[in-house]
């Protein structure tokens, strides 16, 4: 009888650690992309699955998530999106596989590579790519969906929320809440969305003529991948101001958590002081104090969708129209009166 392929007799058959096997079959950094295409064509020659039993997957009709690296330890704002997906592809019998793609294999333009034999219906794309790797994954002609993040250079549709109309509520509640210094706070350069939410901001502040100082929208800089979204990732910006406007938008509520920390080291009050307003609305704008004033986005929701639209993709054969979810503002104790 034949034995059942295991990591440890590719890593024999390769003569390297089954450790580096390990790392190689779930997309993990710590070997070369050489190493790890050596280790995944083997396995596939081999018949070692690494997603499940052969016959279940084999059996299966299996949904391809591919996340960037960056976000392999994500417990905020897209666990939501993860949990809401899977569900709903095990409504359509679907099999959910999670593929999380280095930035050396993104970088290489290198696709997920699968066992032979499995049934991909589709991929979902969640994060944030390159243009160039998400062209390269449209190429493979398996159909596909970006769930959050949408993308101009490539034909993608994309599930996501309706950032442009999000960043006009905020920067509109603002000023009806009587603020004239207002900043921003988002890495516009990293993502779309973020880019998407500063230009809704611009818009509201233009239409009622209000010009606020430059120097408070810290948006980072070109060509850098930059999240702001801890305390220590915001503090170089933060550092370089001298004053501070009444109010900051902050394209996310982790930016917004970060944004409150560096004011109350400065000896500045939420909002007595200065106002924040966050983006996302997660589990934490509510447990914080003051709680966060935020925009609501319909994670959930977002996931249902993305399943059924990449299915219904997949069936026409082609390229569906986007689809944008309204956010909702959702008032706490964040903003403050003034004038």
């Given at each position: 009888m034949q034995r059942r392929p295991t990591m440890q007799r590719i890593a024999d058959q390769l003569g390297v650690s089954k450790n580096s096997v390990y790392l190689a079959l779930n997309a993990k950094p710590g070997v070369s992309e050489v190493l790890r295409e050596k280790v995944l064509e083997t396995a596939r020659s081999m018949g070692y699955y690494a997603y499940g039993e052969?016959?279940?997957?084999?059996?299966?009709?299996?949904l391809l998530t591919v996340i960037?690296?960056?976000?392999?330890?994500?417990?905020?704002?897209?666990?939501?999106?993860?949990?809401?997906?899977?569900?709903?592809?095990?409504?359509?019998?679907?099999l959910v596989i999670k593929h999380t793609v280095t930035r050396e294999a993104e970088r290489a333009l290198i696709p997920p590579a699968l066992p032979d034999g499995i049934n991909v219906v589709g991929f979902l794309a969640i994060g944030v790519f390159s243009e160039a790797y998400v062209t390269r994954l449209y190429r493979t002609k398996i159909p596909i969906v970006s769930v959050d993040i949408p993308y101009y250079e490539s034909p993608v549709c994309c599930v996501g929320a309706a950032n442009h109309?999000?960043?006009?509520?905020?920067?509109r509640h603002l000023?009806?809440?009587?603020?004239?210094?207002?900043?921003?706070?988002?890495?516009?350069?990293?993502?779309?969305?973020?880019?998407?939410?500063?230009?809704?901001?611009?818009?509201?502040?233009?239409?009622?003529?209000?010009?606020?100082?430059?120097?408070?929208?810290?948006i980072g800089q070109p060509g850098r991948f930059?999240?702001?979204?801890?305390?220590?990732?915001?503090?170089?910006?933060?550092?370089?101001?001298?004053?501070y406007p009444t109010a900051w938008f902050c394209a996310g509520d982790r930016i917004a958590l970060a944004m409150m920390n560096l004011l109350t080291l400065h000896g500045l009050r939420v909002p007595e002081d200065v106002s924040i307003l966050g983006?996302?609305?997660?589990?934490?704008?509510?447990?914080?104090?003051?709680?966060?004033?935020?925009l609501?986005?319909?994670?959930?929701?977002?996931?249902?969708?993305?399943v059924e639209h990449l299915l219904r993709c997949a069936e026409s054969h082609q390229t569906?129209?986007?689809?944008?979810?309204?956010?909702t503002l959702i008032e706490r104790d964040s903003v403050k009166l003034i004038g």
């Open positions: 052969p016959e279940t997957v084999k059996r299966s009709k299996c960037p690296e960056y976000l392999q330890n994500d417990a905020f704002f897209y666990a939501d999106v993860l949990w809401s997906l899977e569900a709903e592809a095990k409504k359509h019998g679907l109309a999000g960043g006009y509520t905020a920067a000023i009806e809440k009587g603020h004239t210094d207002i900043g921003f706070a988002g890495p516009v350069y990293a993502a779309r969305t973020v880019y998407e939410r500063w230009s809704g901001f611009r818009q509201a502040l233009e239409e009622t003529g209000i010009s606020t100082d430059a120097a408070y929208n810290l930059e999240l702001f979204d801890t305390q220590e990732a915001l503090g170089p910006s933060f550092e370089r101001l001298k004053t983006f996302d609305d997660l589990a934490v704008a509510q447990m914080i104090l003051p709680r966060l004033t935020t609501h986005v319909r994670r959930k929701h977002m996931g249902r969708l993305a569906l129209a986007h689809i944008y979810l309204p956010c």
